[in-house]
């Protein structure tokens, strides 16, 4: 490929996107070529309501014209004001630096409904069962209707309080769970829009939906069930448009009639009963008789916003199967068989089964087994985590799997099962959040690459709807702490600005009056507690400002800015001479330095609280400060700027002594001083000599929780001790990260020592082993062993960072990345005296290429000097490193020391 090609059309991160609601909406495509240095340098955008009139270029309802702009993404959309339901096609003309024009496929968007008088439908649901801590049965809702002529196309816009499964004429809709999502339902619900053409049909038609209690009426965390309602509703519209050029719309209403069908209850923390007997044959098709059914309940539209789905929706993914026979557990008239998927995963198990009807088989979920292999519970605490199934007594056997629940576990156990399973009796479904991967890492140590395993699989189970702590226990809440430390991570592994671009409006959503961002969002669940405290409220900074840098996101910052300013003003007005969380504080004072072995013995660590309240304050303060720049703010930049001094200097005077000391001398301490640049620098060398030799001191082991772990291995590198950083990384015995990989971890537990040989396993109240937080060292991985990094003054990788760091006695590692622009690669091997480094800068970027070479040592680029290499060009050499700028393209550097 020598020419020039445009493609991967998106819009607002989506291909092709049904539902858009934002009236603005941001384009992006992707530049293809091999050739070195190819760059965009201007384009042109046409926009409209055909793709044969964008073929011919008439009706044009936007034409940018050229543009002189190396822009290829979040290209704000500027034409004709869009209506609901309008589809746009669209199509990207680039040119680039040698004048040759690309032209792109042509894609499209369709917006959804954007005025509340777009809605006819109405509420409905099913009568009120059960209460607080009773689960109950799904409601199946159905109706029946005739549409008169020939069908153009038809359009399902659906949502749900609860969670709802639509079929029509017998045919599930899309392929989504959990769907409407979870959002604060007090005030606003996401909708979903489905191209149901195919589906419907002239004549007799029926549209059935089955309704779950989800997030909304079904437990939540240890909270009991109706946190938002008492019981589910669904709104729905089907717009079908006719050949006859009429439009007719079905729409929920008093005319539908519901009955309870085989789910007899259905919660997402305690599981699914579903008795295969109660099934209502036909019941969603036209010919079904109805009239023994209840009419529906109509209830007045809730005063909450109707939004369209800005994020993923959550699917079905891959399959496990078990790995080995499944092992008998005799015990009075029952027999338990324990099957070991090889995998903690997040999902729930599709059970074969047959036998007799009226049979009920018990499936329990668990993470790890006890000594003696049986299932290991006691970490779910209230959690039930059980599906129950009853036969229909099919002869030819029966497949099951439920709908409204999932579970965090690697070992299966039935019982009450029909004869002796076999290996296909079980199959496990891996559920998450469609966050496409995006990252992949691998080294030369195999204990590495089980560890990015590892935090890869800790995301799939964690990113379901919402960044959650943990899958399994009665919490799997939107923990915003654990979200801040780990979303760095999260965006080299999987696609997440558009996960994270509906959880920020969650998080904002959940802001208290006075400024406080939450401990969860959406915030539920936890009782009264408004206010996250230091490092958990931060994320409200921390997580819009990490996809900006990720993905070049400005309008997020915007959008968010002024919830973002009532934080740090708050913060400002709660804190006292700028230290945050002070002793006195009568407010929240925070969850400290979560889960450090410290050797203090307490869950929230050794480290004072006003230490890390300040720490995050002065932290807050320069992000906002340069987010308000980049927002065109000047004056508040320079507000938030002379803050971030003052709160700094306040942490100098009461943290720091004039030798370098932190206060309370722990690692985190030194952490957050050194990583968030708060000690005077004269002083940094000390510091850092203190943190090496309480590191060295513990036998070369890390004391930090959750605030200082993700940074640690970044200090030490920023200060000059890579070794340690690499010491740290590899270290096998606990707390490490490879500790729990030595043990056959297939995910990241929330504690080091959530199991040791001396002890066993840690205190069941809270002992997941499937929590992200300490994952975080992935960015590391990424970022300093591979040497893939963003440039924050050119975000969304326009710039890249190229910047491998060999040690550890690693003999290679790859990272590949595939970013906004394209896939960017950083692939090194150490081959005897020579250092070989392939990258790929995709086209329209550039980068900064550090190539790890000590003086006396010849850098070439395939095969020449690198500085006479096309495309490269010296920037700097010094007694390590030598510095190039490269444009985009495919080089290989090998370093080589001479004589
Ligand atoms: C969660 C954490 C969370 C913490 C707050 C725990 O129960 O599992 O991950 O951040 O509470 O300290």
Same mark, same amino acid.
């Given at each position: 490929m020598t020419h020039l090609n445009a493609g991967h059309l998106r819009c607002e991160y989506q291909e092709n996107p049904l539902g858009i609601d934002v009236l603005n909406p941001r384009l992006s495509w992707r530049l293809f070529s091999d050739r070195r240095g190819a760059r965009q340098t201007a384009y042109r955008i046409i926009a409209a309501p055909s793709a044969d009139d964008v073929t011919a270029e008439r009706n044009l309802i936007w034409d940018s014209g050229?543009?002189?702009?190396?822009? @290829?993404?979040? #290209?704000?959309?500027?034409?004709?004001?869009?209506?609901?339901?309008? $589809?746009?096609?669209?199509?990207?003309?680039?040119?680039?630096?040698?004048? @040759?024009?690309? #032209?792109?496929?042509?894609?499209?968007?369709?917006?959804?409904?954007? $005025?509340r008088t777009d809605w006819s439908a109405s509420w409905i649901g099913a009568t009120l069962v059960g209460g607080r801590w009773t689960t109950i049965p799904a409601p199946l809702l159905r109706r029946?209707?005739?549409?008169?002529?020939p069908i153009v196309q038809a359009r399902l816009y659906i949502t749900a309080s609860g969670l709802y499964e639509c079929t029509i004429n017998g045919q599930r809709v899309g392929e989504d769970v959990f769907t409407p999502g979870w959002t604060d339902y007090r005030q606003r619900v996401q909708y979903q829009v489905y191209d149901v053409t195919g589906l419907v049909r002239t004549g007799e038609n029926a549209i059935g939906v089955i309704l779950g209690d989800g997030w909304y009426c079904g437990h939540v965390a240890w909270s009991g069930r109706q946190q938002y309602?008492?019981?589910?509703?669904l709104l729905a519209q089907l717009v079908v448009t006719l050949a006859n050029g009429k439009t007719q719309t079905i729409v929920s209403n008093r005319s539908w009639r519901y009955a309870f069908g085989p789910i007899l209850e259905s919660d997402i923390l305690h599981g699914e009963s579903y008795d295969a007997r109660l099934e209502i044959p036909g019941w969603d098709t036209p010919d079904f008789d109805d009239s023994s059914w209840q009419p529906v309940?109509?209830?007045?539209?809730?005063?909450?916003?109707?939004?369209?789905?800005?994020?993923?929706?959550?699917?079905?993914?891959?399959?496990?199967r078990p790995i080995t026979p499944p092992t008998a557990f005799h015990s009075h008239q029952t027999t338990r068989w324990v099957f070991d998927l090889g995998q903690n995963m997040v999902g729930r198990v599709r059970l074969r089964v047959r036998g007799p009807a009226g049979v009920t088989v018990t499936i329990?979920?668990?993470?790890?087994?006890?000594?003696?292999?049986?299932?290991?519970?006691?970490?779910?605490r209230s959690a039930r985590a059980t599906d129950h199934y009853t036969l229909r007594g099919d002869s030819d056997g029966e497949v099951w799997e439920p709908r409204f629940t999932f579970h965090g576990f690697r070992y299966v156990e039935l019982s009450g099962y029909p004869g002796v399973p076999d290996m296909e009796a079980v199959t496990g479904i891996v559920i998450h959040s469609a966050t496409p991967p995006t990252g992949e890492f691998s080294c030369s140590d195999p204990l590495i690459n089980q560890l990015q395993h590892n935090i890869v699989w800790g995301q799939k189970g964690n990113f379901l709807e919402v960044p959650t702590d943990c899958p399994q226990r009665d919490e799997r809440l939107g923990w915003t702490g654990d979200a801040q430390v780990f979303i760095r991570t999260a965006a080299f592994n999987m696609h997440v600005a558009p996960f994270f671009t509906k959880w920020i409006r969650d998080l904002e959503d959940a802001q208290s009056p006075e400024g406080a961002y939450p401990p969860v969002a959406p915030l539920a669940g936890i009782g009264g507690l408004t206010d996250g405290g230091p490092a958990w409220a931060d994320a409200g900074i921390i997580c819009p400002w990490t996809i900006y840098l990720c993905y070049g996101d400005t309008r997020l910052?915007?959008?968010?800015?002024?919830?973002?300013?009532?934080?740090?003003?708050?913060?400002?007005?709660?804190?006292?001479?700028?230290i945050r969380c002070y002793e006195e504080y009568p407010g929240f004072r925070g969850f400290g330095d979560w889960l450090a072995l410290d050797g203090s013995g307490r869950t929230d660590g050794g480290t004072a609280k006003d230490l890390i309240g300040t720490a995050f304050f002065a932290h807050s303060a320069r992000l906002l400060s340069r987010i308000a720049a980049i927002i065109g703010r000047s004056r508040d930049a320079t507000r938030y700027r002379r803050l971030f001094e003052r709160v700094r200097q306040a942490f100098i005077t009461r943290f720091v002594t004039g030798a370098g000391r932190v206060t309370g001398e722990t690692q985190t301490g030194y952490v957050l001083a050194l990583h968030f640049d708060l000690l005077p620098p004269e002083l940094r060398p000390a510091a850092a000599d203190a943190l090496a030799r309480d590191i060295l001191a513990r036998g070369v082991h890390l004391s930090t929780g959750f605030v200082g772990t993700p940074y640690l291995p970044h200090v030490l590198t920023s200060v000059g001790r890579l070794d340690l950083a690499y010491a740290l990384l590899l270290q096998q015995t606990w707390p490490s990260w490879l500790y729990p990989v030595t043990q056959g971890a297939t995910t990241i537990w929330e504690r080091w020592d959530g199991w040791t040989h001396d002890r066993g396993f840690q205190d069941p109240g809270m002992n997941s082993f499937n929590h992200y937080a300490y994952g975080a060292i992935g960015e590391w991985l990424y970022a300093t062993v591979a040497g893939i990094d963003v440039d924050p003054e050119c975000p969304g990788y326009r710039h890249l960072v190229l910047r491998p760091r060999p040690g550890g006695g690693l003999t290679s590692a790859r990272a590949a990345l595939d970013t906004m622009y394209g896939r960017a690669v950083s692939d090194w091997h150490i081959d005897g005296d020579r250092f070989v480094w392939t990258i790929v800068v995709p086209p329209n970027t550039t980068a900064t290429a550090y190539v790890p070479a000590v003086e006396g040592t010849i850098v070439q680029e395939s095969g020449r000097p690198a500085e006479e290499s096309e495309g490269v060009t010296l920037v700097q050499r010094d007694e390590e490193t030598a510095v190039y700028r490269v444009a985009s393209g495919n080089y290989t550097f090998v370093a080589e020391r001479v004589g």
């Open positions: 050229r543009v002189e702009s190396d822009q @290829s993404i979040h #290209v704000v959309y500027a034409g004709e004001r869009l209506r609901s339901r309008q $589809r746009v096609f669209w199509r990207v003309q680039v040119w680039d630096e040698t004048g @040759s024009l690309a #032209v792109g496929p042509i894609a499209w968007w369709e917006m959804g409904l954007l $005025r029946s209707f005739t549409l008169d002529a309602g008492d019981r589910p509703k309940e109509l209830f007045t539209a809730p005063d909450i916003a109707l939004v369209a789905m800005r994020g993923p929706t959550v699917r079905r993914h891959e399959e496990l329990r979920h668990a993470e790890m087994l006890n000594p003696d292999g049986t299932i290991y519970t006691a970490n779910l910052l915007e959008e968010h800015y002024p919830s973002m300013q009532r934080f740090v003003e708050y913060l400002e007005r709660s804190s006292r001479d700028f």
